[in-house]
């Protein structure tokens, strides 16, 4: 290949309120709104569309970024696929860090979920004031023989594997054993 990508230089979702979502990310999870642009036209299409862009730090350099474009109709997401699919997941440095923000989150009336052990992450789950699935993860610093399970051999054979039967390979349940422990026997989960 003659080219590759450096980064996600930024991420856009819909949002319901520009203002109304600078304002949590703020008071929330403490991230610094960066720049806002507007236009009646949209640059790439030149439609006529007004919105409000509005850009969030994320931290070393990821930026999320928002658009409010109240002339089309109410937003809403794909009833058939489950709520906890699509979402965005930013890092925390380390345990305290995930417990202080759940905390938090928490003490302005926020449903969390977790703290979920993913073996070699650990996250909480919530939800923005559009609606979108928030993840907040830290990296398990103890998790080196779980890391040194996951061989380069191991994705591969798993793709393959599920693109035939659709069926959760095993290989890699061991990051899940003790989160499922007691989930597998009464229903299929998530994530
Ligand atoms: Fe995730």
Redesign the pocket.
């Known amino acids: 290949m003659s080219f590759k990508i450096e980064k996600i230089h930024h991420v856009a979702y819909r949002c319901k309120d520009a203002k109304e979502t600078v304002e949590w990310y703020q008071k929330h999870l403490n991230m610094d709104f960066i720049l806002a642009f507007a236009e009646d036209h949209v640059p790439s299409t030149k439609a006529f569309d007004p919105y409000m862009h509005v850009f969030l730090d994320a931290g070393n350099g990821n930026v999320l970024a928002f658009f409010e474009v109240p002339n089309q109709p109410e937003m809403g997401f794909d009833p058939n696929t489950p709520n906890w699919v699509q979402?965005l997941?930013l890092k925390v440095k380390d345990r305290d860090e995930l417990l202080r923000a759940k905390e938090h989150l928490e003490k302005t009336g926020i449903d969390v979920i977790g703290v979920t052990n993913?073996g070699i992450f650990h996250?909480i789950y919530f939800f923005d004031p559009n609606g979108h699935r928030l993840?907040l993860?830290y990296d398990d610093p103890t998790s080196h023989d779980k890391v040194s399970m996951i061989t380069e051999a191991i994705k591969h054979d798993m793709l393959e594997e599920w693109s035939r039967t659709k069926r959760a390979p095993t290989h890699t349940q061991f990051l899940h054993s003790d989160e499922l422990s007691e989930a597998k026997e009464v229903a299929p989960a998530g994530?």
């Open positions: 979402h997941a993913h996250s993840e993860t994530e």
